[in-house]
């Protein structure tokens, strides 16, 4: 059982992290004309990453977290591809030159719930807006159950580099609760096809904390997914928010574990990874050793973004599609996530921003120390104010900050040595936690994120 003062923290709501200040304090009074300016102002020496979010499916899973809805027909699929299509010339004539691709990323919804041919436009679309090379990183998330020979050539046709299937569990009775059924020989044989298509680096996304599930069973679904040798695996404690996504609701009469099951379905699960040979990435992401992103991790360049722990290192991040982010250098701009909103905005001409928020330099050196911690567990904070030229150093910047950070180490989550902070492995799980130490804008109490395991 977990003592009460770690189940206490292991409930506390905190952010993930993906961006700091995160999306519950972007604001509308950054927009389309903010845009502009910041794609203008890109250094073409550098490379920026692409995103394109797919904001449909073909049958929803109740655990979803993410914008998307049901496509019943393919007519508004079609539809909202040329509106994407639409919105990716538009930020190419914004930028004005074909900016160089580092990494591109196709998620959602699922982006495989296009057709083979409009997936083959869309992957035309970036070439024409973006240049892409030898170095260029093409990931896209796939869900294996309507995965078909037409996708798969297009995705061989398109150079895509990597794929990420999204496996959840592979237990029936977890499945079944889920409304996501998808068995073990059905995602085996799809993987095969994959390989022989000559795209081999795949990826797999594991949830616990969902009904039904039990460590046995979930250590069972680790070692399926080691025999289907995925590189890397994502395992995400299910996030239940059904104040923000209703139709969750319909787990609950299975039953939902609580917070000490929960914590014990992770352990089993972390142990289980690393006799599987897996070496843990951050908080959540594992990868064999010779991995890119467990390279990254060991030579302190792991970075965290909107997809989480990756070995992209681009300051810029160009998101399209309804709901998508952008990340500049100057701040965070925010699509309009309903469907109809985003369209009207794309097709008036101008980028079809909601809201957002510009950073200032006091932004920038917190979110940098959250970043390190989230990748490294550890931080030099005077090294930090250097970097950032704080005068008078970490103590006298940070004085508030290392006030909780002495309560916190007292409860062993984090070793305060002068400036450096490091979190041990035994508190891992709680980085989050301390790394909120930093977050100026949170309030303690009012948050609606989910729970930190």
Request: with cysteine; proline share 5%.
């Amino acid at each position: 059982m977990l003592a009460p003062e770690t189940l206490a923290l292991a409930e506390a709501k905190v952010p993930r992290y993906t961006s700091y200040p995160t999306a519950p304090h972007f604001a509308p009074s950054v927009g389309a004309a903010h845009v502009h300016r910041w794609l203008g102002a890109i250094d073409d020496a550098k490379r920026v990453s692409v995103y394109a979010h797919v904001p449909f499916c073909k049958q929803l899973c109740w655990y979803c977290g993410c914008n998307t809805s049901i496509a019943s027909r393919y007519e508004p699929v079609h539809h909202f591809l040329e509106v994407l299509l639409r919105e990716i010339a538009q930020a190419r004539r914004i930028a004005g030159r074909r900016l160089r691709a580092g990494h591109v990323h196709l998620g959602g919804g699922t982006p495989n719930a296009l057709s083979a041919a409009d997936f083959g436009a869309l992957a035309h679309a970036l070439r024409a807006a973006f240049r892409f090379d030898a170095e260029t990183q093409f990931d896209v998330e796939l869900d294996p159950r309507t995965l078909d020979p037409a996708m798969i050539a297009a995705l061989k046709e398109a150079g895509v580099t990597r794929v990420n299937l999204g496996i959840q569990d592979f237990a029936p009775d977890v499945q079944r609760a889920i409304n996501r059924e998808q068995p073990f020989e059905l995602v085996a044989d799809k993987l095969a096809a994959l390989r022989a298509a000559g795209i081999a680096r795949v990826g797999m996304d594991l949830l616990y904390g969902l009904p039904h599930q039990t460590e046995e069973s979930l250590r069972a679904t680790i070692d399926q997914v080691a025999e289907l040798g995925a590189e890397r695996v994502a395992l995400f404690g299910y996030a239940h928010v059904p104040w923000m996504k209703p139709h969750q609701k319909l787990l609950e009469p299975e039953g939902l574990p609580g917070t000490a099951a929960r914590w014990a379905l992770a352990t089993a699960a972390h142990v289980r990874l690393a006799e599987r040979g897996y070496e843990r990435v951050g908080i959540d992401h594992f990868a064999y050793p010779d991995d890119e992103i467990a390279v990254a991790r060991r030579e302190g360049r792991l970075r965290r973004n909107f997809q989480g722990y990756t070995t992209d290192a681009a300051d810029t991040l160009i998101g399209f599609g309804p709901s998508a982010i952008s990340a500049f250098a100057q701040g965070y701009a925010q699509n309009h996530t309903r469907l109809d909103d985003w369209r009207r905005a794309v097709e008036a001409g101008d980028p079809p921003v909601a809201r957002g928020t510009a950073l200032d330099d006091e932004d920038r050196l917190r979110r940098a120390a959250i970043e390190r911690l989230m990748c490294d567990l550890e931080l030099d904070l005077d090294a930090l104010c250097r970097r950032f030229g704080v005068e008078g150093g970490a103590a006298a910047h940070f004085e508030a900050e290392f006030a909780r950070l002495a309560r916190m180490q007292a409860e062993g989550l984090v070793r305060v040595e002068g400036a450096v902070l490091r979190v041990p492995e035994s508190a891992r799980a709680f980085v989050r936690v301390v790394a909120s130490v930093f977050d100026a804008y949170l309030e303690p109490g009012h948050a609606k994120h989910s729970v930190a395991v």
